[in-house]
């Protein structure tokens, strides 16, 4: 009986909702009718614009004139892949008062809910949850490194390829990383009218941002030791 390849290790849907409130550059949010783009976060993540707080007690009398509001937040790849939206976040609660997009200090929200879209479906996460994940150590580094990878060692990732399990149909098109995490590296791999995603494991989980070329080497090395399958991958 033949096998099946374990499964790769990946972030759970909190933790990468997590890593998405971490490195966000910019989200809406709607409150009282009104959208507000909110385009520089100051490196802190829209954590640090607002802060989530536990639903009031229901025994307790709500404070009069709350607003409802709603963050959203999309997580777009930063390479050049078909389909680029990898993920939307969006979180709902109420303010004390009508938000001021120009406020200095984080603006405080119940918190209400918070759902993750992404291509593993929809997730509804808790705040407790949220507060209990750990930021990826490599989300807010993450654009930089998958850029480097393609502007300056491009070659290498079609030879990531033969690291690819099952191994890709005939008349893949084109290869791109899709995302790093501490887990490994996502490559979609794009056929004329469709695509697939792939990824691939580090040996181990890294911690820090300096152990990735090290991981990143040695899939490369891995890969060059497999024979040619006498295969096109690449059309």
């Keep these: 009986m033949r096998r099946s390849a374990a499964p790769v290790p990946a972030p759970s849907a ?11 550059h910019s989200m809406t949010v709607v409150s009282d009718g ?3 783009e ?28 709350r607003v409802p509001a709603r963050l959203e937040l999309t997580d777009i790849a ?3 892949v078909r389909e680029r939206l990898r ?14 997009p120009e406020a200095v200090e984080s603006t405080c929200m119940e918190f209400g809910q918070a759902v993750l879209e992404d291509s593993e479906g929809r997730t509804y996460l808790t705040l407790q949850a949220l507060e209990d994940a ?3 150590p490599l989300a807010v580094n993450e654009a930089d490194m998958l850029t480097h990878l393609v502007d300056v060692h491009g070659e290498l990732v079609p030879l990531l390829l033969r690291l690819v399990r099952p191994l890709p149909d005939p008349g893949v098109q084109r290869v791109l990383p899709l995302r790093i995490d501490r887990y490994g590296l996502t490559l ?4 004329p009218h469709t695509h697939r995603d792939a990824r691939l494991a580090f040996k181990t989980p890294v911690t820090h941002i300096d152990q990735v070329g090290p991981q990143i080497h040695a899939l490369v090395a891995s890969a060059r030791r497999l024979s040619h399958t006498g295969r096109r991958l690449l059309t």
């Design 78 to 80: 930063p390479t050049p």
């Design 87 to 100: 993920a939307r976040l969006t979180l709902t609660g109420l303010l004390a008062a009508p938000y001021d």
């Design 188 to 191: 979609r791999l794009e056929h």
């Design 134 to 136: 750990e930021v990826d």
């Design 38 to 65: 909110v385009r520089s976060l100051d490196g802190a993540g829209a954590l640090g614009h607002f802060h989530l707080q536990a639903p009031a007690d229901p025994a307790d009398t709500p404070p009069a004139g």
């Design 14 to 24: 909190v933790e990468r909702a997590r890593s998405i409130l971490a490195a966000a």
């Design 34 to 36: 009104i959208h507000s």
